[in-house]
């Protein structure tokens, strides 16, 4: 029992000894670490903050989406009242031009 006492003993002073010689490279990693962890956290706010932009521009892309499908079925419904009303009127002129060549034809 006596000899595992000390193999323990030894071993855990050896350890401490080893850490406390390494003390300032574990100090340096562990505020290393924390900074990062701090910059980790700062940019993971900043992703959410974001995010909750782009939903909202979003919903107002979508919003726009909606309006501007609507007013191009306006339009085209527009275009083609008008298209529809130049094509009567070309038929007419083109109605009267044959009839006026085939006057002077004959």
């Known amino acids: 029992m006596k000899l595992k006492t000390f193999i323990l003993s030894g071993l855990v002073g050896a350890t401490?000894?080893?850490l406390y010689d390494n003390r300032?490279?574990?100090e340096a990693e562990v505020k290393d670490k924390t900074n990062r962890l701090k910059?980790?956290?700062q940019d993971f706010s900043k992703a959410q903050d974001s995010l909750a932009t782009i939903q909202k521009e979003s919903q107002?892309?979508?919003k726009l989406g909606q309006d501007l499908s609507y007013q191009t079925r306006v339009f085209q419904t527009e275009v083609q009242a008008t298209m529809q009303e130049i094509n009567k009127l070309l038929n007419k002129y083109k109605t009267a031009?044959?009839?006026s060549t085939s006057d002077k034809s004959q």
Request: aromatic residues 6%.
């Open 39 to 41: 910059q980790g956290k």
């Open 60 to 62: 107002a892309v979508s």
């Open 97 to 99: 031009k044959l009839l």
């Open 16 to 18: 401490l000894y080893k």
């Open 24 to 26: 300032q490279v574990i």
